[in-house]
């Protein structure tokens, strides 16, 4: 080949590389929108309510690892929002008594009404020993009491070993995430963030199904 065509290959080459990246670079945009996007939905859902607090189920399950959850279960249970309450995730050392003087009753108001389940250390975990107690117990509608922000992936987790039961959401926002300077916090975006990138992960079917060390934000 001449000088003349040397050249001209040349050319096209560096064309070519100058068109991979501008595609690339358009790609990684996109990725980045909706990366974005999609932690805008998750804030959003991070920040909600309890949108049918009034309604009655078959059970309660609490998913361990935050403040004011079990309290917010036992309250429901009080209330008789549902005739059973399943504590998942929780530590060897607790016991019925420590979650009674934690509601406020006695141990004889919770026995044979609550459940202490010890097995899940995940969230993955949580929903199968949800689902093998609602399966257990027949229940048909449960609802499911934990932190908004981990709401989203709780919920992913349980429609995949429990489609048949009617799962209503309870979240509950941390004191910490309702403090008006939480949002100035490089702790409540890191929470925030990381919680977002495993709930992608668990859309993604990355989650393993039994982790051997707690979550630290169930």
């Excluded at 036992?74 to 008594?97: C, E, I, N, Y």
Aim: hydrophobic share 45%; with cysteine.
């Amino acid at each position: 080949m001449n000088a003349a065509g040397l050249c001209g290959a040349a050319r096209q080459d560096r064309l070519r590389r100058r068109q991979w990246h501008r595609w690339a670079a358009l790609l990684a945009t996109l990725v980045l929108l909706a990366l974005l996007g999609g932690f805008g939905w998750f804030l959003r859902l991070a920040a909600t309510t309890p949108a049918d607090p009034d309604r009655a189920t078959d059970g309660i399950a609490v998913l361990t690892g935050g403040a004011e959850r079990v309290e917010t279960g036992l309250r429901l249970l009080r209330q008789g929002k549902a005739g059973r309450l399943l504590v998942s995730g929780v530590h060897p050392d607790v016991t019925l008594a420590d979650l009674a003087r934690l509601g406020g009753a006695g141990p004889e108001a919770l026995a044979g009404r609550v459940t202490l389940g010890r097995a899940a250390t995940s969230t993955r975990g949580n929903a199968r020993e949800i689902a093998e107690w609602a399966k257990a117990e027949g229940l048909a509608s449960i609802r499911i009491v934990t932190a908004a922000y981990h709401m989203p992936r709780a919920l992913l987790e349980l429609r995949r070993v429990l489609p048949q039961a009617a799962l209503v959401a309870h979240p509950v926002v941390p004191a910490r995430l309702r403090d008006r300077d939480a949002g100035t916090r490089l702790r409540t975006w890191s929470l925030l963030a990381g919680e977002y990138l495993k709930l992608l992960a668990a859309e993604a079917g990355l989650t393993r199904p039994g982790a051997p060390t707690p979550d630290p934000n169930r």
